[in-house]
């Protein structure tokens, strides 16, 4: 059985930083597709970033240069390091999880969320 649990939310002031982490139990790290999303109130989910099987990763635009997605594979972790945080980048985060198919991850497994709160 699958399971993805976010921690690391809260508040915070513009310009902090956070580090959300996903820890994962029934999803093999070394050959599935790993990533963060985002969702604030009425607005669709975004993706943030993916950490692949090959340990390269890729980031959305809208947080280059300050997000950064990592995995430590030994403790099944992936993480989410936020810096220089925004209001804008307030919402629920999302940890997901799922196999490489025909070319893209199928995020087939998806975590509780936890909330990040980002105050001018």
């Known amino acids: 059985q699958v399971q993805l649990v976010e921690s690391g939310g809260g508040s915070v002031a513009s310009g902090g930083s956070l580090r959300l982490s996903c820890a994962a139990s029934?999803?093999?790290?070394?050959?599935?597709?790993l990533g963060w999303f985002r969702q604030a109130p009425g607005m669709q989910r975004n993706w943030i970033a993916t950490?692949?099987?090959?340990?390269?990763?890729n980031h959305a635009q809208y947080v280059k240069g300050r997000f950064t997605v990592s995995k430590d594979i030994a403790k099944n972790t992936l993480y989410l390091q936020m810096d220089s945080l925004k209001p804008e980048d307030t919402a629920m985060y999302y940890c997901?999880?799922?196999?490489?198919?025909?070319?893209?991850?199928?995020?087939?497994?998806w975590g509780q969320g936890t909330q990040v709160t980002v105050s001018s």
């Open positions: 029934g999803v093999d790290f070394s050959s599935s597709c």
């Open positions: 997901a999880a799922g196999p490489w198919i025909h070319d893209n991850c199928e995020w087939t497994y």
């Open positions: 950490s692949y099987r090959d340990n390269s990763r």
